[in-house]
Structure formats: structure tokens, C-alpha cells
């Protein structure tokens, strides 16, 4: 069983930036690739980035890439999703989530998830 908790939404302006953080407990935490989704009201839940188990490879969505970095710490079982240059339309409850496949877009492959933090740009 591995437990994820988001922090570090918040509101800024557009152009600004925020860092998500995503603390996971279990045993076999380090074990998991971890993804970061978000979901806009109305909106399906899309997938944002991704990262491997070693931290190694990563992976984003075309919308994120070159604004948004992934990384992890498994010392602290620790991942972070630096978030710049925020635009309005990034605006969504952010979920990371947990799966044994890595970079994968479909919410579905992850197993574990957290609770969400609101992440609100204004413009």
C-alpha cells in the first residue's frame, strides 16, 4: 500500500511559478513510477508528466514541455513538479498518482492517488 499527498497549490499570476510536491509512504514506495494529472472543472483528468522509479527518464504532455520539470527524491520518497511561466489555462486540481509503469498517460495503469491540490492561475 503506498499513500501520496499533494502540497504546494496555491493561486499566482500568469507568468508566475509554483512547485507541487508529492510525499508518498509505503514500503515499496521507491518501487513506483509517479505521475502528475490534472483535472479542470468540466474537463477530463489529463495526464502531465511522469517520472521512472530511479528518477531517470521523464515524460510530459506537449502543452507542459519546456514550462514544467519532474523530478524525484527518493532519499525523502519525494516528488516535485516545478510549474513556470503559468499560463490561465493551467489552471486544475493537480493529482499525482502512483503506477508500475512509467510515463504512461492512461489514468487507469496508476494505482494509487492523492487527494489533489488546487492550483489556480490568474490572468
Sequence with gaps: QVQLVESGGGLVQAGGSLRLSCAAVGRTASSY?????RQAPGMEREFV???HWTGGP????NSVKGRFTI???NGKNTVYLQMNSLKP???AV???AA??????SDSNKYKFWGQGTQ????S
Design 94 to 96: 493537480y493529482y499525482c
Design 58 to 61: 521523464t515524460a510530459y504532455a
Design 49 to 51: 508528466a511522469g517520472v
Design 71 to 73: 523530478s524525484r527524491d
Design 99 to 104: 503506477s508500475l509503469l512509467f510515463g504512461v
Design 119 to 122: 492550483v489556480t492561475v490568474s
Design 33 to 37: 513510477a509517479v505521475g502528475w494529472f
Design 89 to 91: 489555462e493551467d489552471t
